[in-house]
């Protein structure tokens, strides 16, 4: 299978037949475990050769002493922890508990991953077969796969599985994972190159990774990013965690509910990007009636939209800027005072680009999403809001759910930076994007909704007839329902019976 996509799909296919009846909430840890597991374990091996070779550099060096690979940013594995060792032990009953203790010992011994490596193998409920299946399974990522390293390919399947498990868990799935298709477009828009960047819903470190595939395809360093996360879920923390060290990515993510206990007090971000859960009811606003993040206004105790708004304002640096992911509903709700709010916002002149996104983006929610851009450093487009209209772009990739293409992010980003670039080839499009003015923004009442400012795009003339639409709406009913021959005889016979045959 040359093809990647092919290689994550088997993968997933085979893991998750594996999964019996185990709940895919509790599976994604034995996985994604396992996974990590032997992606350490194989850099070590890497390393490990090269010591023993003691070859140039290498020379003299002991191949158990874990300095020689702390040195090299790579984690220490004890020899009883190791892929190899453990995969020879995988059809033995004892295999749960053997895996359970390679964890330990691997926690022991590199101090950053205490507490983030799940020991839950030795659970008297999980079946051991299976478990041996999986181990067997995951032992064959990163060989044999043309095109690809093995352990970059062993991060490429972790994250593929990330999203996997998203999908299969439905709605709960969408508290720890964007879907990468907005991570990549909010990335594009802000343009990490340096500085501090912040998540503070950071879910399973999606952002940050995507921070560095940015870098990677800009011939950049990742040294010149300074991360920086909260989660408030300590399972999905370690999911993040796990994540991060694959890729080598260095930050400082802590535990706690952003809200309630902002771990970074200090911090002021020059790139915020997060997703934080839409119209959450019950962020314990009554205990923040006078707190200091609310520059414009007190949000109400039913909804956190504003409290989100406001905190990643607060966190922004003087030449920074925000990317964040909300419901529709934020950009011209009136209840609890939003509107009044939204109206300080707009008039202080902080709100820099509205994106109305397609629907079905999430595996966990239909409420239709947008993204605010705020920022403090407004002087290339003062008194102007860019209103983007990208309700129409995206291709399904299944029956549920859509994702943008690379072509979509793309005309996205570049529409916002020629915007930005006063010296740019900026133009409206009608039906796609406006720079309205602030006069725009209050006739209309101060709502952000880019429909109201884009228009409609001209419409081109229909000339395809109308029994070749029939025909096409015909083929399209039957092949989406899968019942083809039976199904496009009973369109066939309705359509004839009012008149249309064909």
Not at 10 to 30: F, G, P, Q
Not at 103 to 110: L, S
Request: with cysteine; proline share 4%; net charge negative.
């Amino acid at each position: 299978m040359s093809d990647f996509k092919d290689v994550e799909k088997a993968l997933w296919t085979a893991a998750d037949k594996m999964r019996s009846n185990m709940d895919a909430a509790e599976y994604k840890h034995v996985v994604l475990g396992l996974i990590f597991l032997k992606y350490i374990s194989d850099a070590f091996s890497d390393l490990n050769a090269l010591l023993h070779a003691g070859v140039g550099e290498y020379a003299g060096a002991d191949p158990e002493d874990a300095d020689e690979y702390a040195a090299a940013n790579i984690f220490f594995v004890p020899e009883k922890a190791r892929w190899k060792a453990l995969q020879a032990r995988a059809k033995q009953p004892e295999i749960g508990a053997a895996l359970d203790e390679a964890m330990d010992a691997i926690e022991r011994i590199n101090p950053s991953l205490k507490g983030v490596l799940p020991k839950i193998y030795a659970d008297p409920d999980l079946n051991k077969q299976r478990l041996g299946e999986l181990i067997d399974l995951i032992g064959t990522i990163g060989f044999a796969q043309a095109g690809h390293h093995g352990k970059d390919l062993l991060g490429r399947v972790y994250e593929y599985f990330l999203g996997q498990f998203a999908d299969a868990e439905g709605k709960s799935g969408g508290q720890f994972y964007t879907p990468p298709s907005i991570v990549k477009l909010l990335v594009a828009m802000l343009e990490p190159f340096n500085g501090r960047v912040y998540d503070g819903c950071c879910g399973s470190g999606g952002m940050f990774v995507q921070c560095e595939k940015f870098l990677s395809s800009h011939q950049a360093n990742l040294q010149n990013l300074s991360i920086f996360g909260q989660e408030s879920n300590p399972t999905t923390l370690r999911l993040a965690k796990m994540n991060l060290a694959i890729r080598g990515i260095d930050a400082r993510i802590e535990l706690g509910d952003t809200l309630l206990d902002d771990k970074h007090k200090d911090l002021k971000a020059d790139f915020v990007m997060a997703n934080p859960p839409f119209n959450i009811s019950d962020w314990s606003g009554e205990f923040l009636r006078d707190d200091s993040r609310w520059t414009f206004g007190t949000p109400p105790t039913g909804n956190a939209n504003y409290a989100w708004l406001q905190h990643f304002f607060h966190k922004l640096s003087p030449r920074g800027t925000a990317g964040i992911v909300l419901a529709n509903g934020s950009m011209n709700s009136n209840s609890g005072g939003e509107g009044d709010i939204r109206k300080r916002m707009i008039d202080a002149d902080l709100i820099d680009c509205m994106v109305a996104l397609p629907a079905q983006l999430f595996y966990n929610t239909m409420i239709p999403a947008c993204l605010w851009f705020l920022s403090k450093n407004r002087a290339h487009r003062n008194q102007q809001i860019l209103f983007i209209d990208a309700r129409k772009l995206g291709v399904m990739t299944n029956r549920r759910n859509k994702e943008l293409t690379d072509a979509d992010i793309l005309q996205i980003a570049d529409t916002y930076h020629d915007w930005r670039n006063a010296n740019g080839k900026y133009a409206d499009v009608a039906g796609f994007c406006k720079a309205a003015s602030m006069e725009d923004i209050k006739t209309n009442q101060y709502v952000l909704m880019p429909g109201r400012y884009v228009g409609t795009e001209a419409e081109e003339e229909d000339t395809v007839p109308f029994a070749e639409k029939m025909n096409a709406l015909t083929e399209t009913l039957a092949k989406q329902f899968q019942q083809s021959a039976v199904l496009e005889k009973t369109i066939r016979e309705h359509l004839k019976s009012i008149g249309y045959e064909f």
